[in-house]
C-alpha cells in the first residue's frame, strides 16, 4: 500500500478508471465487512455484481450520475458519487473511504469536488442520507454545512434500515 503521508488526489471517474473502482470496492468489502457502516443490506453478492466493469460504468457516467474516486499514488482508496434528482436538487448518494485509510484526510476532497461539480452545472442543494446510528458520517457531513432535516426508512435488500437525510445550500 502507498505511504499514507502521499498526498490525496481526486477526480471525476471516467473509463481509465473503472478497473481501479472495481478493486476499490472489493478491498472496501474486504476491509469492512456486512455490518460496516455504508454496507447496510449489502452481501458477497451484491458486491461482486457493483464491483463488475459494465455495472461500474453506469455509476461513473451518463446525463444523471457521477463518480469522483480518491487516489493516494496509484491506488483508489474512495469515492463519491452524486444522482441528480431535479434541476435544482442533487443527491450525494454515496461517498466511502477504504476502513484502513479513515481519518486521512480523504473524504473532505471528495465531498468538496462533489459538491463543485454540481455548484457548476448549476444545482441550488445537495441532499445525503446515512444510517441513523452512523455518528462518524453523521457529524462528517454537519462539518462540511449539510443540515439534517429527517429521517425515514429505506429497504435494502429487503432490510429496513432508518436514515439522516441531510442538506446543504450550493
Known sequence: MDSPRQSINVR???EADVPAIGELFQRMWDEAGPDAPGFAGATEEIV???ARPDAIRVRIG???RRMFVAYQGHSAVGFAATRDIDPDLVELAGIVVLQS???RGIGTPLVNAAVTACRERGFKRMT?????DNARAIGFY????F???GQSTVTVEGAEIRVHNLEMRL
Not at 445525503?128 to 441513523?132: I, L
Not at 454537519?142 to 454545512?145: C, M, P, T
Open 128 to 132: 445525503v442520507s446515512t444510517e441513523t
Open 48 to 50: 461482486a455484481e457493483i
Open 12 to 14: 471525476e471517474a471516467g
Open 101 to 103: 485509510m479513515l481519518g
Open 62 to 64: 451518463g446525463p444523471e
Open 147 to 149: 443540515k439534517r432535516v
Open 142 to 145: 454537519e462539518a462540511r454545512g
